[in-house]
C-alpha cells in the first residue's frame, strides 16, 4: 500500500498566486486532514473531513479551501498566496478518531512564498 | 483550550545509553489520547507510542515506554538502548476523546541527537 501520498514535495510560490496541494490515501479512510507546520513548532489542524462531501474548518484555516468529492482525495487550496503561508503542509488520515486509529501522515509538501 | 509543552528544545544522547524527553499538557478533560511522534530528516511523522488517559499503565513499545502522570498532566517518553536512527524531533500530542475529529494539539518539539 503507498498509504497517504502528497504531491508536489516541494513549491515555491510568488505572493499572490494559487496552488492546488494534492493530497490521496488508499487506506479507504473516513477521515482526512490537513496540517501545517510552522519553522519550530508543531503541526496545526488547518481543515479536516469525516467522510466525502463533508469538511469542516480547523485550528487555522483562514487563506484556504478544501473539497473532498471521493474517499480517497483530499485537496488544499490556495487561492491568494501570502508569505505567512509558507510552512510544510502534511496531510494524514485515519479510519475513524480515537487513539486506537492513529492518523497516517503523508511525507509534507515543503511551499515558499516570496 | 488544551496546550502542549515541550520544555527541552534540544537534547543529546550517547548511543546505547537512556534518555528521557519531557511533556506536559494542560486540560479540564477526564478522558483523552496522549501521543509520542518522531520526525526523522525524511519529515514523515510515525507514531512511536500512545496512552489512553482512562488506562493507569503505563504504555511500552520496545525501546520506547511512557511515565503517564494523570494527576500531575506529565507524559514522558523515555528511550532506552538509544540508537543512531533514533536521531529526530519528537513531538508530543493531546486528542480529546472520539468526537473530537481527530485534532491533535501538538508541542513544539524536542529535537534529539543520538551521538555514537
Known amino acids: 500500500n503507498a498509504g497517504v501520498t502528497q504531491t508536489p514535495k516541494f513549491r515555491i510560490l510568488k505572493i499572490g498566486q494559487s496552488m492546488t496541494l494534492q493530497c490521496t490515501q488508499d487506506m479507504n479512510h473516513n477521515y482526512m486532514y490537513w496540517y501545517r507546520q510552522d519553522p519550530g513548532m508543531g503541526l496545526k489542524l488547518i481543515y479536516y473531513s469525516v467522510g466525502a462531501g463533508i469538511t469542516d474548518k480547523g485550528e487555522v484555516p483562514n487563506g484556504y479551501n478544501v473539497s473532498r468529492s471521493t474517499t480517497e482525495d483530499f485537496p488544499l487550496r490556495l487561492e491568494l498566496a501570502a508569505p505567512s503561508q509558507t510552512s510544510v503542509y502534511f496531510c494524514a488520515s485515519s479510519y475513524r478518531t480515537g487513539a486506537d486509529s492513529p492518523l497516517h501522515f503523508g511525507n509534507g509538501t515543503r511551499l515558499t512564498v516570496t | 483550550a488544551q496546550t502542549v509543552t515541550q520544555s527541552q528544545p534540544e537534547m543529546s544522547v550517547q548511543e546505547a545509553e537512556t534518555v528521557t524527553l519531557s511533556c506536559t499538557y494542560d486540560?479540564?478533560?477526564?478522558?483523552?489520547?496522549l501521543f509520542w511522534y518522531k520526525q526523522p530528516p525524511s519529515r514523515q511523522m510515525i507514531l512511536v507510542i500512545r496512552?489512553?488517559?482512562?488506562?493507569?499503565q503505563n504504555a511500552t513499545e520496545n525501546r520506547f515506554s511512557v511515565n503517564f502522570q494523570k494527576a500531575a498532566k506529565s507524559f514522558s517518553l523515555k528511550i532506552s538502548d538509544s540508537q543512531l536512527g533514533d536521531t529526530a524531533m519528537y513531538f508530543c500530542a493531546f486528542m480529546k476523546p472520539r468526537g473530537s475529529q481527530g485534532n491533535l494539539i501538538f508541542g513544539k518539539g524536542t529535537k534529539l541527537s543520538v551521538k555514537p
Open positions: 496512552q489512553e488517559a482512562y488506562k493507569q
Open positions: 486540560t479540564s478533560e477526564s478522558n483523552y489520547y
